[in-house]
């Protein structure tokens, strides 16, 4: 006997496919940019940037009450639904199940990869400011840079910090007022 497929009636386009991206079956992930399908196959290297970063940011997790993951992120009245490479957000929204926006993150994590680093750089940018994320970490791995946007804007992020050839140090300011260490990117 054949599963049954789910039946839903959006009223709109965005929603229909915001509803259609979260019910791919298998274990990949996709996410849409401008409109577009992208399934989200991180390579090795790729995971062990994220990953570091995630293990040098852990202590101040803790103390924040903090959580770090890939969860889906909305993007409302848009044709974007992200799965960032890493996002911060505080502990009691990483219960709820449900996808976030941009402005409910303490700090947002894209690791460039060979087939969309210019999503990463351009239209990801963009997006992640006009949607309020404080800030975005762009972890070039094409151009072995990093860069830290802050004080998203009208006209995308009014501060940058980079880009910084890996091995120097990244300072993430307050809430976290650490440095990351960028020599294993």
């Known amino acids: 006997m054949s599963a049954q497929p789910h039946m839903y009636a959006a009223d709109d386009p965005e929603t229909a496919l915001k509803y259609a991206i979260q019910h791919i079956r298998g274990d990949n992930r996709a996410q849409i940019v401008e409109g577009v399908i992208e399934q989200t196959v991180p390579t090795w ?12 940011i852990g202590p101040a997790l803790r103390k924040l009450g903090c959580r770090a993951g890939s969860g889906n992120l909305d993007l409302p009245g848009s044709p974007n639904w992200y799965v960032p490479d890493l996002a911060v957000v505080p502990q009691e929204l990483a219960k ?41 970490l762009l ?13 998203p804007g009208e006209l995308g992020y009014t501060k940058s910090d980079g880009p910084h050839p ?12 650490l440095d990351l260490d960028t020599s294993e990117f």
Do not use: M, W
């Open 96 to 136: 709820g199940g449900d996808a976030l926006v941009p402005d409910q993150t303490l700090l947002v994590v894209e690791v460039t990869s060979d087939s969309n680093g210019d999503t990463d750089r351009i239209t990801k940018r963009r997006r992640y400011a006009d949607y309020g994320a404080p800030l975005y």
């Open 139 to 151: 972890v070039d791995r094409q151009d072995k840079t990093c860069t830290l946007f802050a004080e």
């Open 45 to 56: 290297d790729h995971e062990n940037a994220a990953d570091l970063i995630r293990e040098q």
């Open 166 to 177: 890996f091995g120097t140090p990244i300072h993430l300011p307050e809430p976290f007022d």
